[in-house]
């Protein structure tokens, strides 16, 4: 790791040493295993490759100024996953185990967590599978769980810039009653062929109205909407969006700053109303929006070219707790010893 140019990695895949992988067969959970190979064998008939019954998870890992490596709230994380498994009929995955396997994976690839100078961290991927054979659409008897980890670059390496989102009405990520308050692989599937189009028009994201009505805000493709107006910080509260850490993170400290929070449904007019909106989740903490296009009615919405005030307050603030430099006021980090 010594020749890494920890300032330019970039968000995408990379090989780091040794995964875990914990097997579930015969009714139970076994003991955590450690590997260094990044490849997994299952069964052709597995109901993960067919039917998709499989969840993830993503959360990371933060190196402070004093060296210590901080985890951020992994025990949200090990519950979404179970009312993922919930969710689509996978035995769920205790928490404690979850946690151990979360700081085995860290301290088994502890050469690959970037130094604090280079703002990026360690992304931490746990994944649930069903491995067991089935052809009727049913859920398996045998599962597997695994986590692998990779070194992130910061999200904006040129700084908190803020980005356009894109409105498309004819794409839904979810049903209405459907999986997307879960961290299934479908959703995520099923939201490409929209965030592709949106790519190549230049936005950072799709935002989802509701797909049943097409009358509220959900979210945007890979994460939590949330906007700003008289010093209120209001969030969408609707059955098909993923329930994200960094959003429920943000909603405490938005409070402790003195903002109003409001869950609740978020009509489409009131995108005029806003005077900041963010994206937020565990990749980009938040990603401040200047602009959301209607491409339906060939409309815009502007925010401003530059982030507002409480967005940065709130990204600088969380950040801060992730690294260690603001006193971890909730118990919000676990240091690795
Ligand atoms: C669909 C979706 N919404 C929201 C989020 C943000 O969640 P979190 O803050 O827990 O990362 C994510 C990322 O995990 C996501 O995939």
Redesign the pocket.
């Known amino acids: 790791m010594e020749n890494t140019d920890w300032h330019n990695l970039g968000f995408g895949y990379r090989d780091t040493d040794y995964n875990i992988r914990c097997y579930y067969r015969n009714g139970q959970w076994g003991e955590l295993e450690i590997s260094s190979s990044k490849i997994i064998n299952i069964h052709i008939s597995a109901t993960s490759l067919h039917y998709g019954q499989e969840a993830f ?3 990371k890992a933060f190196k402070g100024k004093d060296g210590k490596i901080r985890i951020f709230r992994m025990d ?2 090990a519950r ?1 996953l179970q009312n993922s498994c919930e969710g689509i009929l996978m035995p769920e995955f205790p928490v404690e185990k979850f946690q151990e396997a979360v700081r085995l994976a860290i301290k088994m690839n502890k050469r690959f967590v970037p130094p604090y100078e280079s703002d990026a961290s360690l992304y931490i991927r746990p994944l649930l599978t069903g491995t067991g054979p089935e052809i009727g659409v049913k859920p398996a008897n045998e599962y597997l769980f695994m986590i692998f980890v990779m070194p992130v670059g910061p999200y904006f390496p040129e700084g908190f810039k803020p980005t356009d989102l894109i409105i498309m009405r004819k794409y839904d ?1 979810t049903a209405p009653q459907g999986t ?1 308050k879960y ?1 299934v692989g479908g ?2 599937a099923a ?1 490409m062929g929209a965030g592709k189009i949106a790519k190549e028009k230049g936005f950072s994201a799709v935002l989802y109205l509701d797909s049943k009505e097409k009358k509220y805000i959900d ?6 909407f949330f906007g700003i107006k008289n010093n209120t910080y209001i969030t969408p509260l609707s059955d098909s ?9 943000l909603i405490v400290l938005a409070k402790e700053m003195g903002l109003t929070v409001e869950r609740r449904k978020v009509p489409y007019e009131e995108l005029e109303e806003f005077e900041e909106i963010g994206a ?4 980009a903490v938040i990603s401040p929006i200047k602009g959301i296009y209607d491409a339906d009615l060939d409309k815009w919405f502007r925010y401003g070219e530059k982030p507002g005030k409480w967005c940065t307050k709130l990204y600088n603030k969380l950040r801060a707790i992730q690294y260690g430099e603001e006193p971890d006021k909730y118990g919000w980090v676990e240091i690795i010893e």
Do not use: Q
């Open positions: 998870e993503g959360l949200e994380n979404r990520r997307g961290k959703n995520y939201s979210e945007c493709g890979p994460a939590n969006i993923l329930p994200s850490i960094t959003n429920k993170s937020c989740g565990t990749a």
